[in-house]
T-cell receptor, first 111, second 114 residues
């Protein structure tokens, strides 16, 4: 069945270092979304990418959608302690309205 | 304020009891979802509903039931048949559509069954 895989599962960084999480789909996606879940909280929608090769920025966060629309990445420049949490990518499931979530990358930032 | 509410935030039950988790949204969204999240894990889809009076099983529907009698409400019942019900349950909603599927999540309910 359709799968969305994320790596790494965990990442520990020193504050100020950069961080990247990667997302790969087994099928071509019409769009991809990214969510952030703070510890103890609920996922919050960050962004949606639709076009092949699209790059979007939100302050220190850069999101990319691959040319083949099967992979994506989230890069955080100069991490801060407020970036701590789990970052999920998600894509639409085939044949319906459900969304397939990756397992997430948990980011730990040491001050 | 528009949003999704879930109640209660924490719920404790004895094994063998059914329990119903509430989810209400005032975003006028057609689609609603229930997910289960275990510690350190991702989101697993339990049930979803695209429209009132219709719903479909997700990946882990066994031991759960839902109803969608109103657009605003999508309650989840965790039955005694669910072998390992202790988890964090998240409800979400989205505008139904083939392009835009971004989901808005409620604060979640942490269920503990002993």
């Amino acid at each position: 069945g359709q799968q969305v895989m994320q790596i790494p599962q965990y990442q520990h960084v020193q504050e100020g270092e950069d961080f990247t999480t990667y997302c790969n789909s087994s099928t071509t996606l019409s769009n991809i979304q990214w969510y952030k879940q703070r510890p103890g909280g609920h996922p919050v929608f960050l962004i949606q990418l639709v076009k092949s090769g699209e790059v979007k920025k939100q302050k220190r966060l850069t999101f990319q959608f691959g040319e083949a629309k099967k992979n994506s990445s989230l890069h955080i420049t100069a991490t801060q302690t407020t970036d701590v949490g789990t970052y999920f990518c998600a894509g639409p499931g085939t044949g319906g309205f459900k969304t397939i979530f990756g397992a997430g990358t948990r980011l730990f930032v040491k001050a | 304020d528009g949003g999704i509410t879930q109640s209660p935030k924490y719920l404790f039950r004895k094994e063998g009891q059914n329990v119903t988790l509430s989810c209400e949204q005032n975003l006028n969204h057609d689609a609603m979802y229930w997910y289960r999240q275990d510690p350190g894990q991702g989101l697993r889809l339990i049930y979803y509903s695209q429209i009132v009076n219709d719903f479909q099983k997700g990946d882990i529907a066994e031991g759960y039931s839902v109803s969608r009698e109103k657009k605003e409400s999508f309650p989840l019942t965790v039955t005694s048949a669910q072998k390992n019900p202790t988890a964090f349950y998240l409800c979400a909603s989205s505008s139904a559509g083939l392009i835009s599927h971004e989901q808005y999540f409620g604060p979640g309910t942490r269920l503990t069954v002993t």
